[in-house]
């Protein structure tokens, strides 16, 4: 019997690693292309002077792909956008605030289908707008069914937030539920005696139900918010600079924020009204928004989240209660056009806080992404989603007012994805 030569192993197990590599580096998503698409992506974007200062993150299969700053997070101060950066995250508070809901749901302290009332019963017999009689007066009618738990989680509740609507924008302006000297309770009080705009149930309209959740949770469990999120989300994930007030020793970190010009380019927003909510400290404690964050603090989060609720060797939620959320509860009874602007986000439907995809885009104008990848963004332009099937993390961090207005969201996923292909999707 030959004896088979130690070198000619070698080169076939070399040959065999190679190719086993290769292949890893084909199934990758964020490959070469896709990082000199990105480079060019932002690079474009800070160099036709749409923003003052951006980064980005991708994290794939269990390792970073990916991270580049560029420009300035205060350009007046000559400081550059860095991983150190802190930008205030707006409504990528909400998904967060959704895990710290959750957290009291694993222990047991109310069901999705409860209704609200049973705990929070500044929202027992509501009442529902009908619109306004020749005197303008509203009309109203009585609910036809409570409003869930479930509901506050996907924004069917029907509280108004608009200032258009005849009468009920009047009382909304009058209520001013979320002026930041309100404590959770007195916004509870304020949303539950506005009439809803719509039967529970029967829309998607953005709002004020997630500051709901906050409350919800400082309800049942008897902790004020700000705390309970802190000891069993921010904390046990190690989200050291994610933080409502923002103290002096950070804010040498802070992004400016800056506003589009009808010129196309940026200029800084007053920094009084820029920092206004974080810079102090205010008898409110959101659920809707905030947060600022660093950009490695927010990838904890999705990270996470991508691995079923465990964070190292700490489980912060069940992987069936990170299946629950990322799953679509929106009804197939909400037609298209009682869904406000979630179409404009792609073919999606609406988790716990989080929008789902549902579909593939059906054309280039869509946001790329996959189905089943779920996602949110913030006022100021930020961005963040999660794509399971890729086992894939995008996060873009950016300061930019009114939220994106320049297409960043679109073309920061068609860079990572690649230009849109029918035969692929």
């Known amino acids: 019997m030959k004896t088979i030569h130690p070198l000619f192993i070698f080169i076939f197990s070399l040959l065999i690693f190679s190719c086993q590599n290769s292949k890893e580096q084909e199934e990758l998503i964020f ?10 992506t932002l690079e474009a974007f800070v160099s036709q002077g749409k923003v003052a200062g951006i980064s980005a993150l991708i994290f794939e299969k269990g390792q970073e792909r990916y991270f580049n700053a560029l420009g300035y997070a205060d350009e007046e101060a000559n400081r550059k956008m860095s991983r150190e950066t802190m930008v205030q995250i707006y409504s990528m508070t909400k ?3 959704g895990a710290a809901l959750m957290k009291a749901y694993e222990q047991g302290l109310f069901e999705l289908d409860d209704p609200l009332e049973k705990y929070l019963p500044e929202f027992a017999d509501m009442k529902v707008y009908q619109g306004v009689d020749e005197n303008g007066e509203m009309i109203l009618t009585e609910a036809q069914r409570s409003i869930t738990v479930r509901d506050i989680t996907r924004h069917t509740a029907g509280f ?7 009468g009920l924008s009047e009382v909304m302006a009058e209520k001013d539920a979320r002026n930041f000297n309100n404590t959770l309770s007195d916004m509870a009080v304020k949303i539950g005696s506005t009439p809803l705009w719509f039967e529970p149930g029967t829309q998607w309209e953005y709002g004020l139900c997630v500051d709901m959740q906050a409350y919800l949770v400082e309800k049942v469990t ?4 700000e705390q309970f999120v802190r000891e069993n989300i921010l904390d046990p994930l190690e989200m050291n600079e994610t933080m409502y007030f923002v103290p002096e020793n950070y804010r040498d970190r802070m992004a400016a924020v800056y506003q589009k010009t009808n010129e196309g380019g940026v200029e800084r927003q007053n920094d009084s009204i820029a920092y206004r909510f974080s810079y102090n400290k205010w008898p409110l404690t959101p659920g809707g928004f905030g947060l600022s964050s660093t950009i490695d603090d927010y990838l904890k989060f999705a990270k996470m989240l991508l ?9 912060i939620l069940k992987p069936e209660t990170i299946q629950l959320m990322s799953t679509n509860h929106l009804p197939d009874s909400i037609p298209e056009d009682k869904r406000s602007w979630l179409p404009s986000k792609g073919q999606v439907g609406f988790g716990i806080d989080f929008a789902v995809r549902t579909a593939a885009p059906q054309g280039p104008e869509e946001n790329p992404g996959v189905v089943g990848e779920f996602f949110w963004d913030g006022a100021l332009s930020t961005l963040f989603f999660v794509d399971p099937t890729n086992e894939l993390i995008a996060i873009l961090f950016v300061q ?20 849109w292909k029918p035969s692929k999707n």
């Open 95 to 97: 998904p967060i605030t």
């Open 307 to 315: 691995n079923e609720g465990k964070h190292e060797e700490k489980t």
């Open 160 to 166: 108004p937030n608009r200032d258009n609507i005849p």
């Open 222 to 225: 008897g902790v004020p918010y």
């Open 31 to 40: 490959d070469e292309a896709a990082q000199f698409r990105l480079d060019s």
């Open 400 to 419: 930019l007012t009114p939220y994106d207005g320049i297409g960043l969201h679109h073309d920061f996923r068609q860079a990572i994805y690649g230009p």
